[in-house]
């Protein structure tokens, strides 16, 4: 996976003041004109045609500004992860709820999964901020039981997946790629059980049909008989969980 590219600051002209707006930019061959995106998490992109200059792509962006701004004041508030895990004090492992427990001490963040009791507990290192310490429990966590729900779920419905891996991507859920190996994101853990489950189905869906063609979504539909519905939820939850731990 290539590295993610470093993100920029543009000085914005505001009427209340200049604001420094972070951006990445990426260059496209065949594109005409210059675009601006925000994305789920936030993220701005400038995307811009190979052979324009990158002034003239800044200048393009500061033009942009205001509106920028008004997007990105409209989007959901940013939780962090405490007070995420505050209101929601559970992880979906397994296609269960399992109790979240958080501890600290002084030593290497570490994860303990109780089967037993159906509770999970995240031990976090004080000596780091909370919120890089949890974050790293987190992934932690959804490490240690994201690649065996997947194949659960994968010879549940007779699959044959490849490598399964857990990543920090910024705005998809998960991706499959063309020999069987699935990414999935690790705020999963996050989600309800159901939209865990369903995001990994629909992941799976792919090893049949790499694309989202009819057929693609036929064969969903045959893994997830809610699958319209969920997605619909998933939608509406993404803006917020896509923030998470940024």
Not at 27 to 40: F, K, Q
Not at 54 to 82: D, F, H, K, N, T
Request: charged letters at 30%.
């Amino acid at each position: 996976m290539p590295p993610l590219p470093e993100p920029r600051l543009c000085e914005i002209p505001t009427a209340t003041g200049p604001v420094m707006l972070p951006y990445e930019l990426h260059r496209r061959r065949g594109m005409r004109y210059l675009r601006v995106s925000v994305n789920e998490a936030d993220q701005v992109t400038l995307k811009v045609p190979y052979r324009v200059s990158e002034s003239i792509a800044i200048e393009y962006l500061r033009q942009q500004g205001e509106w920028l701004l008004g997007v990105l004041e409209r989007l959901p508030r940013r939780w962090s992860l405490s007070e995420y895990v505050g209101r929601k004090p559970w992880l979906a492992i397994m296609g269960e709820r399992f109790e979240l427990q958080i501890e600290e001490h002084r030593g290497r963040t570490s994860v303990q999964l109780d089967r037993a009791k159906e509770a999970i507990t995240l031990w976090l290192d004080r000596r780091e901020s909370r919120e890089a310490s949890l974050k790293e429990a987190l992934t932690s966590a959804a490490k240690l039981v994201l690649p065996p729900r997947t194949r659960e779920l994968a010879r549940l419905h007779g699959l044959t997946v490849g490598r399964i891996s857990v990543r920090d991507q910024r705005t998809r859920w998960g991706s499959c790629s063309e020999s069987g190996n699935i990414s999935l994101n690790w705020r999963l853990v996050l989600l309800d059980p159901r939209l865990h489950d369903h995001v990994i189905l629909h992941e799976l869906a792919h090893l049949k049909h790499l694309n989202h063609s009819k057929a693609y979504w036929n064969f969903l539909g045959q893994l997830d008989a809610d699958a319209s519905r969920h997605d619909l939820e998933l939608t509406r939850v993404s803006s917020v969980m896509m923030r998470l731990g940024r």
